[in-house]
């Protein structure tokens, strides 16, 4: 059995009608508070004033970073990591994904006490188990933190280049998008784009449609995290379309930061309505409300039918850091479950 008609099976076994792919989840950001308490226990640190039942507490998107930062500091083993990732793609598996890229950080590993080549070595076993468990394919994305600097930026460049054997398939700038200029990290971009990376980078958040224009400008991606205030010029819309573009977006990310302040507000359907090549993900689940799941579920409420959300797999796929050879599998899979379970747009 082929890998496409082992995931088209999982999925028909798991009734998915629209298979799910994620493009854009920060792997720490994947901690539930209920596991962030079992690990606070374990280490002897208090978080009591982090978490809330089941949600953490933070205000605005400073408050956001530094309580990332805490939960990313309770995982310091390689078998912490292993598990996170394995237990992640693990869990969107059975809500009907079929592929995901985990952003990684080893400037977060360091921060840990964790050698970087360890945390990735162990973060891959985990994305190898969930492929043999579960049937899902998952890719790292190595990614450089912007606000700690183009130097840590291109480290951590240099590190996603020479891990290609570890599933390394791609490099992106994650943290504060108001710090520093895109071109201070166009020599991080260099070395990633030397060693055949796929490149992404956050823009388009809280800073406005310039900063997407120099993003692409200077840092040659073929991908944008959010990107969703591209709305607001038209001349950038034309320009994404003309380039085919691919925006990560994450709704309810962007409504818990207040980007947007309802889901009336959000620019979904408009983004669609301008031809643009749309992707959704859940960033950082647990400390938005979210999942995968409930990302597509609110491309549904804005009028996205079943056609629309298989798009945004099928363009997902499309613009995955995968090898060709399984991105085609993974089309296929596409096709042969929608085929199998009647759903509309199945030729798409």
């Known amino acids: 059995m082929t890998l496409a008609e082992r995931l088209a099976a999982a999925a028909r076994e798991r009734q998915v009608t629209v298979p799910l792919a994620e ?56 078998d912490d990591f292993r598990r996170l990732a394995s237990n992640y793609l693990r869990d969107i598996a059975a809500r009907g994904a079929v592929y995901a890229e985990l952003f990684v950080s080893p400037d977060h590993a ?21 492929e043999r468990e579960a049937g899902i394919v998952g890719r790292l994305v190595v990614v450089g933190v912007r606000h700690l600097g183009p ?36 020599r991080a971009f260099a070395i990633a784009g030397e060693a055949a990376l796929g490149l992404t980078a956050h823009a388009g958040e809280f800073a406005g449609p310039q900063a997407i224009s120099e993003t692409l400008d200077r840092l040659k991606v073929t991908r944008l995290g959010h990107g969703v205030r591209a709305v607001e010029d038209a001349a950038l819309l034309d320009r994404l379309r003309r380039e085919r573009i691919v925006l ?3 709704p309810h990310s962007n409504l818990a930061l207040g980007v947007y302040p309802d889901a009336d507000a959000y620019p979904l359907r408009r983004l669609r309505e301008a031809g643009l090549r749309l992707t959704v993900s859940s960033d950082d689940p647990p400390f938005f409300g979210t999942n995968l799941a409930r990302e597509y579920a609110f491309a549904e409420s804005q009028s996205f039918g079943p056609a629309e959300r298989l798009a945004l797999t099928r363009t997902a796929l499309e613009a995955a850091f995968v090898e060709e050879g399984v991105r085609r599998q993974l089309l296929e ?6 085929i199998s379970l009647g759903a509309p747009g199945a030729s798409l």
């Open 23 to 78: 493009l854009h989840v920060h792997l720490e950001g994947t901690a539930s508070p209920a596991l962030a308490r079992e690990q606070a226990r374990r280490l002897g640190v208090a978080i009591d004033d982090l978490v809330d039942g089941d949600r953490y507490r933070w205000q605005g998107f400073g408050g956001f970073l530094e309580a990332y930062d805490r939960v990313a500091a309770l995982f310091r083993t390689p």
């Open 110 to 130: 360091r921060a840990s006490g964790l050698d970087p080549d360890d945390y990735l070595e162990a973060v891959a076993r985990g994305a190898t188990d969930a």
């Open 151 to 186: 130097d840590a930026a291109e480290a951590a460049a240099r590190l996603a280049a020479m891990s290609r054997h570890r599933g390394v398939t791609g490099f992106g700038l994650a943290g504060d998008e108001r710090s520093g200029h895109p071109a201070d990290f166009a």
């Open 248 to 250: 990560e977006v994450y």
């Open 333 to 338: 899979t596409l096709t042969l479950t929608a």
